[in-house]
């Protein structure tokens, strides 16, 4: 099958424009006539956005303190600008490139090396295309967010293409974690390993491993991954929620300090390695996380409010320290300003600035402070619907406890109670509580999960999941599903959202779940 380049669109990512125009010249010679140029992560991204792009070709390295190449992969794909149909050709020196490919989702098609050979180029190039020309209908199906019909694909292919079983294979053990079907993830990535040294595989099994409850077994297959060097952000990722999920705290801080030191740039990790000290209270090691996370977050899918939360609560524990006090405190409300600038557009984030300005003021002894934003907090709250209002009525009941407001938030909390049993999450929330206090914990389980299952950004009710969850287990050491999904759900709450008494809550049932963790059977 001849390959025909006329038509395709390519994009350029290298900051060395002499390298960059001759890779570009070498294209004009295949026939390629539209070729864009990116000389970072962040102008690429901006590219991406706009238009499709047929061949990506993208240089590891573009700079000291910059986002790598392999980081345009993972930020694109996390913001779906990216089609699997595409092509995605690293730039990368040969004896490094095996270090690269341990990702399942976000790994290069294939890699070149400079300088670049037309000869060389043209024959990995054809080759590549060629596989992605046969598995286009399940690469068109993972665009179309069909998962169940790309899995059926995947394996019609295997049976038409037994040669393209590894590569196919692999498509189809990305579809069933999509799907949550743990188990047939991990026999087929098992099966896989058997066979040969894949590392992609490897971190695959130990993702699926770790959903499955079989934290040990996840700890030394991502051990694994990690020791042999492959500079895998999930690898990093599972295998710190592991350690976390089995109590091993101070582990899984030491492993992501190790992970930022080879990945600086990957807001990703700075913001788990940040979470997990401020979990901890290593705040010094939380501080310098997560202004990483802010820096490197900037302008991308990974941009979170909570990462600035979680400075400013970090920052709070300086003031108390005579020498830094100040200049803390300056900080903290310059970075209570950024979070609303860089989320423009969301009035609730507004709130939350002020709620968490009062907190912190609050607990740093500075009360005229702590009214100040109280009072501004409460103003903006009743500028919003009333079913928002429902969704941030136990942080601002919580926040003005003690305060001259408590009686006026108290009235508004029974005017909003009649709002609250017209939504099915304030419903269940509600029917979960009084379950909850009557010991009926198996009912008020059930009742929270609908709730959050509603409206999974609620921290309160996530939190309260999890309490009841943990009753349930509790008393019948045989149902690893809820002590699982107590896990799932802790690991999705950020915890620089939240406020002082919520991460203290936090560390606590963090910290249960952790222990009954330990308890599970080494087989599920």
């Known amino acids: 099958m001849e390959i025909n380049y006329s038509g395709k669109s390519v994009l350029i990512v290298d900051n060395k424009l002499s390298e960059l125009g001759a890779l570009r010249q070498i294209l004009g010679q295949l026939g390629v006539q539209r070729i864009q140029v990116a000389s970072s992560v962040n102008m690429a991204l901006s590219l991406m956005r706009v238009e499709q792009y047929d061949l990506c070709f993208v240089d590891y390295d573009l700079g000291r303190d910059e986002k790598n190449g392999l980081q345009l992969l993972h930020e694109a794909n996390a913001e779906q600008s990216f089609s699997h149909r595409n092509l995605f050709v690293l730039v990368v020196d040969s004896e490094r490139s095996h270090l690269l490919f341990g990702s399942l989702e976000n790994s290069p098609d294939t890699y070149i090396s400079k300088p670049y050979d037309l000869t060389s180029l043209r024959s990995r190039l054809d080759k590549v295309m060629r596989v992605k020309h046969v598995t286009e209908p399940v690469d068109r199906l993972l665009d179309e967010h069909e998962p169940d019909k790309a899995l059926k694909a995947c394996d019609q292919l295997t049976d038409m293409f037994p040669g393209l079983h590894l590569y196919l294979s692999r498509l189809k053990g990305i579809v069933l974690l999509q799907l949550e079907r743990h188990a047939e993830a991990a026999e087929l990535f098992e099966g896989l390993i058997e066979r040969r040294d894949l590392p992609w595989a490897e971190v695959g099994l130990g993702s699926a491993f770790f959903h ?39 582990q899984a801080i030491s492993l992501m300090r190790k992970a930022v030191m080879l990945q600086p740039t990957s ?38 409010p909570s990462a600035y939360f979680g400075l400013a609560r970090a920052l709070a524990h300086q003031m108390s320290k005579v020498d830094q006090a100040k200049e803390a405190e300056e900080e903290i409300i310059r970075l209570l300003e950024d979070v ?33 934003r109280l009072r501004d907090a409460w103003a903006m709250f009743q500028q919003l619907e009333k079913e928002v209002q429902c969704i941030w009525l136990d942080s601002i009941v919580d926040a003005s406890n003690g305060s001259s407001l408590s009686a006026e938030v108290a009235a508004h909390k029974k005017v909003l109670a009649t709002v609250m049993v017209t939504l099915r999450w304030g419903k269940a929330n509600l029917r979960a509580m009084l379950s909850f206090r009557k010991t009926e914990f198996e009912q008020a389980f059930k009742l929270f999960a609908q709730a959050h299952d509603c409206l999974p950004q609620h921290v309160g009710i996530a939190l309260n999941m999890v309490q009841a969850g943990i009753e349930v287990a509790r008393r019948s050491p045989g149902n690893i599903e809820t002590l699982l999904r107590c896990d799932a759900v802790l690991a999705k709450v950020r915890f620089g959202e939240l406020s002082a008494r919520q991460q203290a809550r936090y560390r606590t049932l963090a910290q249960r779940c952790a222990k009954l963790d330990r308890q599970l059977p080494e087989t599920l």
């Not at 297959?221 to 976390?244: Q, T």
């Not at 807001?267 to 820096?295: C, G, H, K, T, V």
């Open 267 to 304: 807001p990703q990790l700075q913001r788990e390695l940040a979470d997990l000290a401020a979990q901890a209270e290593d705040w010094n090691i939380a501080i310098d996380a997560y202004r990483s996370a802010i820096r490197y977050a900037r302008n991308s899918v990974y941009q979170e």
């Open 212 to 250: 499955l409850g079989r934290y040990d077994d996840a700890l030394r297959m991502l051990n694994r991954v990690v020791d042999n060097e492959h500079l895998c952000v999930e690898a990093f990722s599972w295998l710190g929620r592991a350690y976390w999920a089995t109590g091993a705290l101070q």
């Open 340 to 372: 609303v600038l860089d989320h423009q557009g969301y009035d609730e984030i507004g709130l939350h600035a002020k709620l968490c300005a009062s907190d912190i003021f609050k607990l740093g002894n500075v009360p005229d402070l702590s009214e100040q």
